[in-house]
C-alpha cells in the first residue's frame, strides 16, 4: 500500500517541491532493485547477440559450401571457354579455304553493318556518334569475315561477361566479410560482460556460449578479400547502420543491369515505339556498343552478304574444317551454359545475403546495444543507480491527485537522466523502479541504435 505522502514527508524520503533527498540506504535498495531488472534484459540481449552468432556462423559455412561450387562451375567454364579459343584459332588457320568466297562477301557486309549499327545508335542513344562510327569503321577493317562466320562475337561477349562476374563476386565478398566481422564484433563486445569486471555476471545465462564459439570456422576463399573500400569504411565504426543496407544498393543495381541486359540485344532494330522502348534496355546497347564495336556483330541478320558468309560451307573442300566448327559450336555452348550457371549463383548468394542481413538487422536493432557495454567499468551495485527521488508539486487543477514520483538515475555509461513515475504507484512498489529501469533502459536504447 503507497503511504501517504505526509508520512514520507516526515520519514524525510521524500519531500514536496523537490526540497530534501531520500536516505543512501533507500536510494541504495531501489538501485538495486532497478539493476535486477536491467541484468534480467542484459541477459536477454545477450541471448539474442548469441543467436546473431548462430545465424552468422550457419551462414558461414553455407556460404564455405556455395565457393565451393563456384569455384567448379569456374573452373568448368574456363575450361570450355579455353577449348573454343583453341577451335577458334584452328579454324583461323583454315580460313584460306574459302577466303576469296567470304572476302567478296565481306566487302558488301561491312557497309551495310556499319549503317545498320549506327542507324541503330543515333535512335537509341544522345551523344557520341561520330566517335563510335570511326571506332567500329577501324574495327570492321581489321576483321575478317571469319568473325561472322563463327559468330565471334559470342567469345567477347563471354570475356567480357566474366570480368563482370569477377567484379561482382569480389563486390560480394567483400560486403560478405563485413557482415561477418561485424557480427564477430558485437558478439566479442558483449562477451566481455563475463569477467571481473561484472561478478554477477560470471556464470553465462544460457551456459558457456563464449566456449562454443572458440573454434573458428575455417574457411575458403577463392580470391584475396580487396582492402575495404572507402565507402564502406564507416560501418566498421557503426555496425548497427545496418547490415541490410551492404547488400539492398548492390541488389538493385545487379536487377537494373539484368533486367536492362537481358534480350537487349535480341531484336536491336524493333520496338522504337515510344511504348515499347526501354530506357534501361537503351543505355545497356549504347554502352555496349561504345565500350565494344564486336557488339555490333549481332546485326549481321539484317544484311543479307552477312547472312551469306553464314551460309558458306567450306566442308567440300576441307571436311576437317566442318569438324572443327562443330567442336567450336559445341565448346562454346557449354561455356555459356556454365557462365549462366555461375551468374545463377552469384544471384542465388546474393538474395540469400540480403535475406540473412534483414534478419541480422532485426536482432541487432533488438539485442546490439549490449555490445556497447563492453568496454564499462562496473563495480557490484549493479548498472542502474537512482541519485534522488522526490514528490513533484502537487497538480492545481486536482489537488486531490497524488503528486507524480521524480527519479534521477544513470543506467551504465550515460548522462544522468530524469524520469517520471505516476504518483498513484509509491517507491516501496516493486512496479515503481520497473517503470524507472524500463523508462531508462529505453532510452538508452534510443540513443545507442542507429536505424
Known sequence: MALPLLALLSLGLVCQGGQGLMPPNELKQLSAAGSKYIDTEVENAINGVKQMKTLMDKTSKEHQAMLHTLEETKR??????????EKEKQLAEKQEVCN?????????????????????????????SGLVGRQLEEFLNRSSPFSIWVNGERIDALLDREQRQERRFEDLEERFGLMEDGVEDIFQDSTQLYGPAFPFFRTPPFGGFREAFVPPVQRVHLVPRRRLSRELHPFLQHPVHGFHRLFQPLFEMTQRLLDGGHGAWEHPLGGFTSESRNFSTDRMVCREIRRNSAGCLRMRDECEKCREILAVDCSQTDPVQSQLREQFEDALRLAERFTRRYDDLLSAFQAEMLNTSSLLDQLNRQFGWVSRLGNLTQGTDGFLQVTTVFSKTPNLEDPSAPADTQVTVQLFDSEPLSLTVPGDISWDDPRFMEIVAEQALKHYKQNNTIE
Open 76 to 85: 568448368r567454364k574456363e575450361e570450355a571457354v579455353k577449348l573454343a579459343l
Open 100 to 128: 576469296e568466297t567470304m572476302l567478296s562477301l565481306w566487302e558488301e557486309c561491312k557497309p551495310c553493318l556499319k549503317h545498320t549499327c549506327m542507324r541503330v545508335y543515333s535512335k537509341m542513344c544522345h551523344s557520341g
